[in-house]
């Protein structure tokens, strides 16, 4: 049972765009929330993370926005950068941490 | 480099040999978890383990897999007996306590022939 979902594989970005990637789950229980990036042939990435009490955070170029009676969190990247090309995946965990549930990955292209 | 380390890189192995995946943790860090990744598909967790403590295994498979994290050394994972499924990328991680940013290794490719 995937908990967490991320239903777009792929996304596609002009440079200097926003990039926004979608994630929803449907565990209720989950309190913790995080993206990761990852390249290929190497490990995930901690981008940045909120937590269920709040509704948004910020990190430079990167925003998570979380939506709990939706159930649906999003990051944003904005301006876009090729460098951001990468697979971003969403995670969550029911323990501020512990055993974190994965999405499947979106897979972002940002051309020149 | 005080990351996660992980080896080998990449493991081949053939049907019904042993494979076994070493995780040092981040220095400072003492809990570890471990994550496998099929193809086309996201991290799913295995197990959880504090040294010497197995906290949980409920996404371990349960006959041929086994997970240690000994007082001294890197944290093991075992596969005995493997199968072309057991074909994936191997993720470990670690945090700190408190901590709930986890960090992951660079991972362990296995291939089975």
């Known amino acids: 049972d995937q908990q967490v979902k991320q239903n777009s594989p792929s996304l596609s970005v002009q440079e200097g765009r926003i990039s926004i990637l979608n994630c929803d789950y449907t565990n209720s229980m989950f309190d913790y929330f995080l993206w990761y990036k990852k390249y290929p042939a190497e490990g995930p990435t901690f981008l940045i993370s909120i937590s269920s009490i709040k509704d948004k955070n910020e990190d430079g170029r990167f925003t998570v926005f979380l939506n709990k009676s939706a159930k649906h969190l999003s990051l944003h990247i904005v301006p876009s950068q090729p460098g951001d090309s990468a697979v971003y995946f969403c995670?969550?965990?029911?323990?501020?941490?512990?055993?974190?549930?994965f999405g499947k990955g979106t897979s972002l292209l940002v051309t020149p | 480099n005080a990351g996660v380390m992980q080896n080998p890189r990449h493991l081949v192995r053939r049907r019904g040999q042993e494979a076994r995946l070493r995780c040092s943790p981040m220095k400072g860090h003492s809990h570890v978890y471990w994550y496998r990744q099929l193809p086309e598909e996201g991290l799913k967790f295995m197990v959880y383990l504090q040294k010497e403590n197995i906290i949980d295994e409920s996404g371990m498979p349960k006959e041929r897999f086994s997970a240690e994290f000994p007082k001294e050394g890197p944290s093991i994972l075992r596969i005995q007996q493997v199968v072309r499924g057991d074909s994936a990328a191997y993720f470990c991680a670690s945090t700190g306590q408190g901590n709930t940013e986890a960090f992951f290794g660079q991972g362990t490719r296995l291939t089975v022939v």
């Open positions: 995670a969550a965990s029911a323990n501020s941490g512990y055993a974190l549930n």
